[in-house]
């Protein structure tokens, strides 16, 4: 194996999460997966996962049962009981959904901006009128269908 330094983070989150331990290693921080891309959390879910796994090595060692899969198995469980899996779990829709829907990426921002603009732009148009330009530009871009889905998906995707 060699080592690497040009470092992609891996957002796969939840369904991605490999098999994590087995006869004699434990997978932990990025190699697993564990990253909590919605809030841009990466090292606290690294730190956790190798503090979890180092524990259960200690307990391995102490009852003298060696490192086989089965008695690395309880660092899975200690996985599922902390907030590494549970906020994992929570976001487990996320990347799907925005794999699937590019427009989260180019058609909302530019909207976002382009609405940001012409509210702050001094150019003598009352705010009523410029709101009723945005909506329009928004249902110009988005049919209601489509915004309502796309609101459902970002609900599904965050909540
Ligand atoms: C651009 C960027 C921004 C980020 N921002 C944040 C942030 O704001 N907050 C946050 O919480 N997280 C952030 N992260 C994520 C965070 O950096 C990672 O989740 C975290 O560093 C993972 O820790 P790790 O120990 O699992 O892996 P790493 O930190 O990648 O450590 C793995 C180490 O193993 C070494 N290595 C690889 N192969 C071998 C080998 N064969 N032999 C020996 N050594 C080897 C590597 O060189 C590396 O030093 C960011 C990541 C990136 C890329």
């Not at 690294?46 to 391995?60: D, F, N, S």
């Not at 148009?125 to 970002?154: C, M, N, Q, S, W």
Request: with cysteine.
């Amino acid at each position: 194996m060699k080592e690497y330094c040009a470092h992609l983070i891996p957002e796969g989150g939840f369904n991605t999460i490999p098999q994590v331990y087995g006869n004699g290693w434990m997978i932990v921080g990025d190699s697993g997966g564990f990253v909590n891309s919605a809030h841009r959390e990466g090292s606290n879910l690294a730190m956790t996962t190798g503090r979890l796994a180092a524990e259960t090595a200690i307990v391995a060692k102490a009852v003298g049962r060696g490192y086989r899969a089965q008695a690395l198995s309880t660092y899975k469980s200690a996985l599922d009981r902390s907030f590494v899996i549970k906020d994992l779990y929570k976001y487990r829709h996320m990347p799907e959904i925005l794999r699937h829907n590019p427009q989260f990426f180019t058609t909302y921002p530019d909207l976002i901006a382009s609405a940001a603009r012409t509210m702050i732009t001094v150019d003598g148009v009352d705010k009523a009128t410029k709101k009723h330009e945005i909506v329009g530009k928004f249902r110009k871009h988005r049919t209601l269908p489509g915004l309502l889905g796309d609101a459902y998906k970002l609900w599904r995707a965050f909540r």
